[in-house]
């Protein structure tokens, strides 16, 4: 069994940043896939960025590339998403997940474990 608990989510004017972070339970962390998802007001669920089980490979949606980065430490059990230049329409509940079978994956329906979330909310 995988917890994840994700942290620092808040409200941040247009423009600012966050960093999300994702903390795991488990000794196997290091060989999980991670990715954040987020899910916005009568939206469905949306994918926004994974990383591999080494960190040595990511993918990002479109909408946040060039403005946000995933990372991870190991060390850690921890996996980070930065958001920077945010826009209004990044507010969302953003989730993150682990993936235990793969090496990197982009569906939701891929990820086994997935955190309750943490609310941005980016204001105008």
């Known amino acids: 069994q995988v917890q994840l608990v994700e942290s620092g989510g808040g409200l941040v004017q247009a423009g600012g940043s966050l960093r999300l972070s994702c903390a795991a339970s488990?000794?196997?962390?290091?060989?999980?896939?991670m990715g954040w998802f987020r899910q916005a007001p009568g939206k469905e669920r949306e994918f926004v960025a994974a990383?591999?089980?080494?960190?040595?490979?990511?993918y990002y949606a479109d909408s946040v590339k060039g403005r946000f980065t995933i990372s991870r430490d190991n060390a850690k059990n921890t996996v980070y998403l930065q958001m920077n230049s945010l826009k209004v329409e990044d507010t969302a509940v953003y989730y993150c997940?682990?993936?235990?079978?793969?090496?990197?994956?982009?569906?939701?329906?891929?990820?086994?474990?997935w955190g309750q979330g943490t609310q941005v909310t980016v204001s105008s």
């Open positions: 990383i591999s089980w080494d960190g040595d490979n990511t």
């Open positions: 997940a682990a993936d235990i079978e793969r090496s990197i994956a982009t569906k939701s329906y891929e990820y086994d474990y």
């Open positions: 488990g000794r196997t962390f290091s060989s999980y896939a």
